[in-house]
């Protein structure tokens, strides 16, 4: 599969709404192994949480937790590479995570819905990486993702089929 890429101007305009939630239950321990855990994504309908467990000091995973079981297992078995920042698609059709490949070089890897690689979109050379991937619905023709240079300058690229 290739890919190119264009860049998006970054004075876009975002708003958000803050919602006060109230909740009336306590909240309740999910996992108890006590390693840090970050970026807790919903899949599935709700049925899934997908997050990044810090299992050493140099190898970052992803998990899936059922949660009618809490089944508790690692999204990639075969990964032999730090994953983080994981993110679906809104249809599910695809997924993304970030990949580190060496000292602040981060790639994106793309997979289908059955976890199949469909690709990896390497960074530029030297200290760059992408960052926050966010994936467009199939029917969509780009994912839009934010990217880091060497300069700390951001910038959102559309990467297109």
């Given at each position: 599969m290739s890919f190119t890429m264009q860049m998006i101007?970054?004075?876009l305009c975002l708003c958000f709404s803050l919602v006060s939630v109230s909740l009336s239950a306590e909240p309740r321990r999910l996992t108890q192994d006590?390693?840090?855990k970050s970026s807790p994504v919903f899949?599935?309908?709700g049925k899934e949480l997908v997050f990044v467990e810090f299992s050493d000091a140099k190898l970052f995973q992803l998990r899936r937790l059922v949660l009618a079981d809490?089944?508790?297992e690692l999204l990639h078995p075969d990964a032999t590479f730090a994953e983080f920042e994981p993110t679906w698609s809104a249809d599910g059709e695809r997924s993304a995570?970030?990949?580190l490949r060496g000292v602040l070089s981060i790639s994106i890897i793309l997979r289908d819905s059955k976890g199949t690689l469909l690709g990896e979109i390497m960074p530029g050379a030297g200290f760059n990486g992408f960052r926050s991937p966010a994936l467009a619905p199939r029917s969509?023709?780009?994912g839009?993702?934010?990217r880091r240079t060497r300069h700390s300058a951001d910038f959102l690229l559309a990467i297109k089929r």
């Open positions: 101007p970054m004075n006590g390693r840090q899949r599935e309908s809490r089944k508790n995570c970030l990949k969509f023709p780009s839009v993702f934010l």
